[in-house]
């Protein structure tokens, strides 16, 4: 196999491993949550609520 | 470190660190954000008669769509819907039904509502919101079955969407609702009037719990209440309770015991009172307030006679408030 392959085939890698690990750690915070029979949340962003410093007391 | 969050959908206003949910089992901060893990996520999906809510005065004979996720604001030992209001949604069976797919099942079912219920829709907010405003775009009706246990805010920002809603109003103490629901009865109280205010179309129901609050002043409180801040025409609907979830112990609310609680209704001067799950009484049917003729006959939840016509009196063309067409 040439050089030129070997080097594409290596991007190629590692591209699909970062995807992989950068799926796999927003998938870790939340497939505990689920068991793999169920369906996945479907995460919607609250309308009501407050952040940190915007909280009184 | 992320911050921590602090729901204002209800008055719990749970303050979460990472990773904790509210109360309510199904709102969760992740990253320093509040999100519902329960948006287009229902597990309960049925097509119900409308009388069942219970809502008399709304689109009589109808059906409505009907649907709930997992989780609730409130632990009421008498829960007849536990198994669902009391999971997180990890432990119910849950499909994906998104806003626009609820109105048009809705629609292809020839529902002419859809209502938000079984659990309490206050804890899927978002969801119900959004789906609202299409079902409204649509022609649908929307029924906000609930407790009423949310903020003034959010429930403001729904109420241009829900033309009606059915409440739970449980008791009318505060130690009630503490020892019974884990909740409190002042918040409910003021989103009742907040809905009222904003023309939302109410019928309140009150479950009568045998040795909780079946007292003879308790109702009679209730109803004065009701008269006094909203007026003698907001039905009013007195459940019978079952054993049930925490409470088996205890036996069914007497027939007796409802027929009374209606008799105190009416003598408190509310038009529109009726009981539920007593076959063949006549708290089943409405009777104009003026006449006293019977205007609707029901058995079960089965609409036999519609005396109204034009949300008239068939017989003396008294209004009869509802929502009728």
Not at chain 2, 16 to 30: K, S
Not at chain 2, 271 to 298: A, F, M, Q, S, W
């Amino acid at each position: 196999m040439s050089q030129k392959n070997l080097s594409r085939r290596g991007f190629l890698r590692f591209l699909g491993g970062l995807f992989i690990g950068l799926f796999a750690t927003r998938w870790q915070k939340i497939s505990h949550i689920f068991s793999p029979k169920d369906t996945p949340p479907n995460l919607k962003e609250a309308k009501y609520y407050s952040r940190g410093d915007e909280i009184a007391g | 470190m992320l911050p921590i969050v602090e729901c204002r959908l209800c008055h719990h206003r749970c303050r979460l660190n990472e990773g904790e949910r509210g109360q309510c089992r199904v709102r969760i901060n992740l990253d320093g954000k509040l999100y519902s893990l329960v948006y287009g996520k229902p597990c309960s999906v049925h097509i119900d008669p409308i009388e069942k809510k219970p809502l008399y005065h709304v689109l009589p004979a109808s059906a409505s769509f009907s649907l709930a996720t997992a989780g609730c604001n409130l632990r009421c030992k008498f829960c007849q819907n536990w198994q669902i209001s009391q999971s997180p949604p990890e432990e119910t069976e849950n499909i994906d039904l998104p806003p626009e797919s609820v109105v048009r099942e809705a629609l292809n079912n020839r529902c002419r509502s859809i209502a938000y219920t079984y659990s309490d829709p206050v804890i899927f907010y978002e969801y119900m919101l959004d789906t609202a405003k299409l079902a409204k775009q649509n022609g649908l009706i929307n029924i906000f079955r609930t407790a009423a246990f949310i903020e003034e805010a959010p429930l403001l920002e729904l109420c241009p969407f829900i033309q009606t809603a059915s409440v739970d109003l449980k008791g009318i103490t505060e130690e009630y609702y503490e020892k019974m629901c884990s909740a409190r009865l002042e918040p409910v109280l003021q989103a009742i009037k907040i809905m009222h205010r904003q023309g939302v179309w109410l019928e309140l129901t009150n479950l009568i719990v045998p040795t909780w609050n079946d007292k003879e002043k308790d109702i009679q409180d209730l109803c004065r209440w009701i008269k006094d801040n909203l007026g003698p025409d907001v039905p009013l609907h007195f459940s019978r309770f079952w054993p049930m979830h925490q409470l088996k112990s205890l036996p069914p609310t007497p027939e007796k015991t409802l027929a009374r609680a209606r008799e105190i209704g009416l003598a408190a001067g509310l038009h529109y009172v009726y009981v539920g799950n007593i076959p063949e009484h006549e708290g089943n049917n409405t009777y104009c307030p003026k006449d006293g003729k019977l205007l609707i006959h029901r058995i079960g939840y089965s609409t036999l006679e519609n005396n109204i016509i034009d949300g008239k009196c068939k017989f003396c063309v008294t209004n009869i408030p509802g929502l009728w067409a």
